[in-house]
Every structure is written in C-alpha cells, then in structure tokens.
C-alpha cells in the first residue's frame, strides 16, 4: 500500500527545496540588485573610472550601491597599492569603429553627394 505513494514522496521532497518553482521572493530581488550595483561600482574603480562617470554609464543600477562599491574598491586598492586598470575599449571609440565602415562604403563630397570615380585608363 505504501508503494504507489513512494515516488509522490519523494518528488515532493525534492521539489521543496527547489526555488526555481516560485518565483524569487522581494528580499532575494533587492539583494541580488544591490549586490550586482556594488560589483559595477568596484569595477568602476578599477576600471579608473570616476564616480560620475561610472553613474552616468549605469543609469539603473541603484546608486547608493555602486557608490559603496566604488569606495570599498578605492579602499581596497589604496591598502594594496594596486594600480587602476585603463580600458581599451570605451563608448566613443566603440561608436567610431561601428561608424566607419559606413563611412567607407560610400564616400561623399561636402556637399553630400556620391564622388564620382574616375576611370583609370
């Protein structure tokens, strides 16, 4: 008799530990976000980024968070003495690089028209 209800029992217990089925909870939610806006923040400062900079770049991530974040970092590489990173890549010259082969493709006079190609004879 115990037998057909023995599966049921154990798929109970493993689907109660399970936090996939629900849903997060609020709590879980805020942290998380706070937790992901102090991991900006430090990789802002190391990044050598300024504060407002990195606020500017990361409109919403809770800024309280990134700035704690941001000083826990500065912190931490003062007592270190570990050197902020430069990066290599930043928005303008992202936009740039995207822009240019644009650009290539069809070359314009200053008054917006298509050059003409000579012909190489």
């Not at 919403?60 to 990066?87: Q, S």
Request: positive net charge; proline residues 6%; hydrophobic residues 40%.
């Amino acid at each position: 008799m115990i037998r057909p209800f023995f599966p049921l029992l154990v798929a109970g217990a493993l689907l109660a530990g399970c936090d996939m089925l629900g849903g997060e909870s609020a709590e879980k939610a805020v942290a998380q976000r706070e937790a992901e806006s102090k991991a900006i923040g430090g990789a802002c400062r190391h990044a050598g980024r300024a504060i407002e900079d990195c606020f500017a770049l990361n409109k919403r991530a809770d800024k309280a968070a990134v700035f704690a974040g941001w000083r826990e970092m500065n912190d931490y590489m003062r007592e270190n003495k570990i050197e902020p990173l430069t990066p290599t890549l930043t928005a303008q010259s992202q936009r740039a690089e995207m822009a240019a082969p644009a650009a290539k493709t069809a070359p314009e006079t200053a008054d917006g028209k298509p050059k003409a190609k000579k012909n190489e004879s």
